[in-house]
């Protein structure tokens, strides 16, 4: 069963910058979708971005222009370079990778950026 590792929270000023990283274990399909979703509290878990195994990727609204998926897939990773962080971006992030008949998370890593 695949496992996924998220490293790179922590706590930044508005304005920061922070690097999440995800890496998997198992065996990665071709059809696998990875991506970054969020939950602040109170709020339901949304999707922050994601990335087909073809590089393709689609991105929340509200971090557009700001925030930059990767994806190693050699590595079995994925990556979130958050930039001009906001004290709305505050939510634990979690890491997802999903198919068609699977829909796996990470444990969550806390994003929290002070004003």
């Known amino acids: 069963q695949m496992q996924l590792v998220e490293s790179g929270g922590g706590l930044v000023q508005a304005g920061g910058s922070l690097r999440l990283s995800c890496v998997a274990s198992?065996?990665?399909?071709?059809?696998?979708?990875m991506g970054w979703y969020r939950q602040a509290p109170g709020n339901q878990r949304e999707l922050v971005a994601s990335?087909?195994?073809?590089?393709?990727?689609n991105y929340a609204d509200a971090v557009k222009g700001r925030f930059t998926i990767s994806r190693d897939n050699a590595k079995i990773a994925v990556y979130l370079q958050m930039t001009s962080l906001k004290p709305e971006d505050t939510a634990v992030y979690y890491c997802?990778?999903?198919?068609?008949?699977?829909?796996?998370w990470g444990q969550g890593t806390q994003v929290t950026v002070s004003s």
């Open positions: 997802n990778v999903q198919s068609s008949w699977r829909n796996t």
């Open positions: 198992g065996i990665i399909g071709s059809t696998d979708v």
């Open positions: 990335m087909t195994s073809g590089g393709r990727a």
